[in-house]
């Protein structure tokens, strides 16, 4: 198989020729020494050289619409998002806490952006042999607390009124924004990355009742867009949400990033079987045998997860966070090959 053959079969719950990997690395130190290790010159050339597959929903093959619009630096020089946000020391709703606030804030729109790269990058990421991905979403708690920090957002869940006017505003401009840049790459664009980091590591920040009634059917609108449009939606929340599993897979989640063992409810015995023929998993290989394990270590717990998801299809194989500074390149080659041989 080639990489998009490989990923998209991962991607439908089948079994590949060997699961795809997917990483990403927010540090690059240690990738640089991966790099010369396999003799390629950038992360995509991990794939012509070693035929690493590399699959990911943030840099090398994901479209975002362009906001038009030069953004300020603040006081601080902080340069904040299109939200107003530069998290996390400011926040663009800070100051909403009124509805009449929220009414009279001015919201992005959907032709603050241009969508019109969208076909044509979306062919050029093709042409590489990847999966065109695009995003993200945010519509949960974890972009409540980016928008009101915190203190405010915990405190906005016991206004109803409130929450209604907020979230109307936030869906509105994003399912629009959202239908403008799958529109505009014709059908192209095969995943949707999503975010909501709504629990630690052994609870949630609100409860399972507070989440299904505010954020849930927001979700459940966006998600049904990019079914609409043929995409399929790429989950990623890394705490503690056991008790939102079932809920995510009723509203169309169909990849869950990262699963990471050590976190309560995540359990892998209990999660191969649970999600069998109804949830791909991205992800899996422990942050902190990566960062604190020999080489051999990394071997053996690689090689657990893939000889637990594996067989069952539905796997892209990667770290339960992105490579960090603190993972060496020994561990992260370890890796690596350990995936590359799987199978073989």
């Not at 609108?221 to 503690?240: E, M, N, P």
Request: with cysteine; proline share 5%.
């Amino acid at each position: 198989m080639n990489r998009r053959e490989r990923i998209l079969t991962a991607l439908n719950l089948e079994v590949p020729d060997r699961p795809p990997i997917s990483f990403d690395a927010r540090v690059d130190s240690q990738i640089d020494k991966v790099l010369r290790h396999y003799g390629a010159q950038d992360k995509n050339g991990l794939y012509v050289q070693a035929g690493i597959d590399g699959f990911s929903v943030w840099e090398w093959n994901a479209i975002m619409p362009r906001y038009r619009w030069e953004l300020p630096v603040l006081e601080d020089g902080h340069r904040p998002d299109f939200w107003g946000n530069s998290y996390p020391t400011h926040f663009g709703l800070e100051s909403c806490d009124t509805i009449q606030a929220l009414k009279a804030h001015r919201w992005p729109r959907p032709e603050d952006f241009d969508y019109s790269h969208a076909y044509g990058q979306a062919l050029a990421i093709k042409a590489q042999d990847q999966v065109v991905s695009a995003g993200h979403l945010g519509l949960g708690y974890q972009m409540h607390n980016m928008l009101r920090g915190n203190i405010k957002a915990l405190y906005d869940v016991t206004d109803p009124a409130y929450m209604s006017v907020y979230l109307d505003h936030l869906l509105d401009f994003t399912l629009a924004w959202l239908d403008h840049l799958l529109t505009a790459a014709r059908g192209e664009i095969e995943v949707v990355r999503a975010d909501d980091d709504i629990g630690t590591m052994n609870r949630l920040m609100v409860s399972p009742e507070t989440w299904r009634r505010y954020y849930k059917p927001c979700w459940k609108a966006a998600f049904d867009l990019v079914h609409r449009h043929g995409a399929k939606v790429w989950f990623h929340s890394c705490g503690y949400i056991y008790p939102l599993l079932d809920d995510l897979v009723e509203i169309g989640v169909d990849v869950w990033n990262p699963f990471p063992s050590y976190v309560l409810g995540n359990d892998h015995e209990r999660l191969k079987e649970w999600r069998r023929g109804r949830l791909a998993l991205d992800g899996g290989v422990s942050h902190h045998v990566l960062v604190q394990g020999t080489p051999q270590e990394v071997i053996d717990e690689t090689r657990q997860v893939l000889d637990r998801f594996a067989p069952d299809g539905g796997l892209l194989i990667g770290p339960s966070q992105v490579f960090t500074a603190d993972v060496s390149a020994e561990n992260i080659i370890a890796f690596f090959e350990t995936c590359l041989s799987y199978g073989g």
